[in-house]
């Protein structure tokens, strides 16, 4: 490993610090031999103090078990009918998977324990089928889990469900999945698959808003093997998990490859932080000729008249709080070049410091990347540090700007550094 991976690993670090992890594993990754390198990378994790949840599926197994035993299970994947026999068959499946990975964490020095933290109840009858001992998650056993994630233990979370009468329920291990990382208030939720990703059309998703992949799952735009992991991700973004990620466990380094790496190897799903942040309309003129005038006084932004802002309105975004305009920024495209101009970011003094800017500058990147453009730049006079160390530009030259903006920029006289920074996908 090159002196400067771990470079580029640091600026993760301080952010996902003593943060949740759910990291959920299809019963086929666990017997897979990358499974080992997977329990290599939650060792790092572990390393870097992230705390790390590990759920696993078993359907591969029980499938397995069936053909051996020569039975047909009635369900796999803990989402249909499990009858007793299929029951069985989970439950073997499931504690040998458990004890697999139980094993394999051992040979890292990482401490674990399996868990009876997910509590069920029997998904019913549903359209008249009584579905058994299938259950659905009733609650996680939060402050339990809680323990063992202080001491630094590795919860090992079964696809089984437990109810208070000492019965045992088979449970889809991506909903538990989902389930764990809103009781816990998770930063990440991965599923590792045998898949790379979401696909649509047959071309990888690498990222998506929830509220895109909502649209998908709406217009039945998935191919029907990927809905289920689809579904949950989409769940957990729009319950509040920031970021769910889909990748691939049989790809060596596959996992740190895609926390610690801006362009990941599967497909991110992430939720909309951007709430607050909404189009500037017409009568919104006013209050960002009036929010901003203080910094066209000093130079930090350059002048622009009612006329000149209205005619690229649509270029103008706000930030509310309680209705009230706090902050503004500008994304002005230029098709031609492949580039977009962040422009005109202000936020009010009374609430600088709050990561309101940065989150002006995210939105941007994100709405920059849906129009396609690969660079983004912005010019600034008093900010340019700001740009470069919270927002990850570097400096450039004049000569990066599109033909007919480096004209307006000589014109100018400002002398405004150039700052520019490559779009791959968001952290
Ligand atoms: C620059 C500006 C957008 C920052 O907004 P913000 O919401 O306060 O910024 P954030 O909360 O995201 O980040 C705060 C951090 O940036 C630093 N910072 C703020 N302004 C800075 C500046 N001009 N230069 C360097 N660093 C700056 C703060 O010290 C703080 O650092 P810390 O996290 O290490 O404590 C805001 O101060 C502003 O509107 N400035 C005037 C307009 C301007 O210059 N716009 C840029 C031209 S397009």
């Known amino acids: 490993m090159k002196p400067t991976d771990l470079r580029g690993i640091l600026q993760y670090v301080p952010r996902f610090r003593e943060r949740t992890f759910i990291i959920a594993v299809d019963g086929a990754i666990v017997t897979d031999e990358n499974f080992a390198n997977i329990l290599l990378d939650i060792a790092v994790l572990r390393s870097l103090n992230i705390r790390v949840v590990l759920v696993h599926g078993a359907s591969a197994q029980i499938q397995a078990l069936a053909e051996a035993q020569h039975v047909v299970a009635s369900d796999l994947d803990g989402a249909g009918i499990t009858d007793a026999g299929t029951l069985q068959l989970a439950l073997t499946a499931a504690n040998r998977l458990t004890h697999e990975i139980l094993e394999g964490l051992s040979a890292s020095d990482q401490r674990a324990a399996c868990t009876n933290a997910v509590i069920a109840h029997p998904l019913g009858i549903i359209q008249g089928l009584d579905h058994l001992y299938t259950g659905k998650v009733e609650r996680v056993d939060v402050e339990f889990l809680q323990t063992l994630l202080k001491e630094g233990i590795v919860p090992v979370v079964p696809p089984l469900g437990f109810d208070g009468d000492g019965r045992t329920y088979r449970v889809n291990s991506d909903s538990v999945a989902v389930e764990l990382a809103k009781a816990l208030g998770a930063l990440k939720l991965i599923f590792i698959t045998t898949r790379e990703g979401l696909f649509c059309n047959d071309k990888l998703i690498h990222q998506m808003l929830v509220a895109d992949l909502n649209q ?147 939105f941007t990147e994100n709405k920059a990347r849906e129009l396609g453009v690969g660079e983004l730049i912005a010019l600034s006079t008093q900010a340019f540090t700001y740009f470069q160390s919270k927002a990850g530009f570097s400096e450039g030259t004049p000569e990066d700007l599109p033909p007919g903006r480096r004209e307006k920029y000589e014109q100018s006289g400002r002398k405004s550094k150039v700052l520019v920074k490559k779009l791959t996908r968001p952290a």
């Open 216 to 362: 998908l799952l709406d217009k039945n735009q998935l191919p029907p093997e990927l809905q289920s992991k689809a579904r949950h991700a989409a769940a957990a973004c729009n319950a509040g998990i920031p970021r769910v990620h889909i990748i691939n466990g049989q790809v060596d380094e596959g996992l740190l490859a895609e926390v610690f790496s801006n362009e990941g190897i599967g497909t991110l799903i992430y939720a909309n932080e951007y709430q607050q942040i909404r189009r500037a309309m017409k009568k919104d003129i006013r209050s960002i000729l009036a929010l901003t005038k203080g910094s066209v006084a000093t130079e930090e932004l350059v002048k622009r008249t009612r006329a000149t802002i209205e005619k690229q309105l649509e270029d103008y975004y706000l930030f509310e709080i309680d209705r009230n305009p706090v902050a503004c920024v500008a994304l002005h495209p230029y098709p031609e070049a492949g580039k977009a101009e962040l422009a005109f970011l202000y936020v009010s003094p009374s609430h600088e410091n709050q990561g309101i800017g940065r989150k002006m500058i995210q």
